[in-house]
């Protein structure tokens, strides 16, 4: 019996002596678990890197085209041809043009089971909608409208205390939003847990409605420069 | 007794180790060769982006050269061009000039691994959208145009605009008239008043009487978007 136990404390004292020199090993390495977090951050940052260079690698493919085809320009109509299609192409992506696709329609009201008492986080604000809208563009939103507004490069989106400005009309709740885009992406990025909108009915009880569309249509900017 | 205790604890002092080795080993697995590896790895891929960005701007500039020889002919291919160039600078496309504010946002090391600016990002969305209201022209984020496809998030402790992560000091500069933007931002109890007095950091408005603001990549091509009626 005696024997016995001294062959377990035997055995376990050689593991035991193994499993140390193995991590005394690896923390010369300099690898330690409080490094895990700061090397998955670096990853992240790699991937962010990496996805950005892929982006870069389009444009560039983009822009050799773009360069043939001035190149390959024979006469003055064609040169026109090209010139009018690249000027509708940048009037599309600066939102001045009637644009349509398939993508998400988003209605934000404010919470309707208040009673008398109505506090501040029971009401749709400009933030909220900053939000949104930011987190669509995150999703690779193309175009969105906020109340039939388009939303361009410098719309304003401000309270005007129980109104809310884009650009330079009024809008009330509830705010109707189109988004074209990838659908699918588009609508996890409003309904996810978590996700900004998300929170904004089940946390603060607002009203969300999102549903999917495969042909939406948003009209273009009006406003001045 | 005393032999089940010893027995007992041999036991528990294996688990503990056990854990901690399939642990180390989990990570040495993930990352073979340590931290500083994977830190040149990064800094080769910033490298190897930065290059590219060059190319881009050169591309560019034949390109701009290129439209530039067709403007000598039609006076519609020259209002064409004209008007091209013009979407282009709203779009960001092109640097950029004239008159603005800087505003400078700084944090100090009161939370070192927190970000204050990086868990209230709805912040900057809201200092974008009073400089919008005063009618700035083009803004960026430190060096990273803000258009109408960007995004300001928060990944992990740190904010990533564009894509590109940045960090502390936060620069907006926005081009504009100097003195409406500045006034726009520096109502008492605005924007400004707010990131000051409820988050507690530093922040400093400079009006500027000329600063160029950098220009973006094209992004990636469109997808989903037709022309509508």
Known sequence: ?225 | MKRRLVEGLLIGVLCVVGVRVASQMEIEERYPYGNEALLQQIQTLKNELEDRQETILVLQNENDFLRDQTKTGDEIANQYIDTIEQLELRLGYRKAKGPGVEVTIIEDNLYPNMSIMAENTDILHDVISYLNVADAEAVEINGERYTSRSEILKVGEHINVNGISIGSPIVIRAIGDPDKLAAALELKGGILFAIENYLGLEVSVQKLNEMTLESLAPQQADRFLQGGS
């Open chain 1, 1 to 225: 019996m005696k024997n016995k136990q001294r062959m377990f404390v035997f055995i376990a004292a050689i593991v035991l002596g193994f499993c140390l020199i193995w991590i005394v090993r690896v923390q010369e390495a300099r690898i330690s678990e409080s490094q895990k977090a700061e090397l998955q951050r670096l990853e992240s940052r790699m991937e962010v890197i990496a996805n950005l260079i892929q982006t870069r690698e389009q444009t560039l493919k983009e822009r050799k085209e773009v360069l043939l085809s001035y190149q390959n320009l024979s006469d003055q109509r064609e040169t026109l041809t090209y010139l009018e299609d690249e000027l509708e192409h940048k009037r599309i992506l600066s939102g001045r043009e009637a644009v349509k696709g398939p993508g998400i329609l988003i209605k934000v009201n404010d919470r309707s089971d208040t009673g008398e008492q109505v506090e501040m986080f029971d009401l749709v604000h400009n933030t909220d909608i900053l939000n949104i809208v930011n987190d669509l563009r995150a999703a690779g939103a193309e175009a969105i409208s906020i109340e039939g507004e388009r939303v361009t490069w410098r719309s304003k989106i401000q309270c005007g205390g129980p109104i809310i400005w884009v650009n330079d009309e009024s809008t009330t709740a509830p705010f109707v939003m189109k988004v074209i885009g990838e659908p699918s992406v588009l609508y996890a990025a409003v309904t996810a847990p978590n996700t900004y909108t998300e929170l904004l009915r089940s946390v603060y009880n607002l009203e969300v409605l999102v549903r999917v569309s495969e042909n939406l249509e948003i009209l273009g900017y009006e406003g001045g420069e």
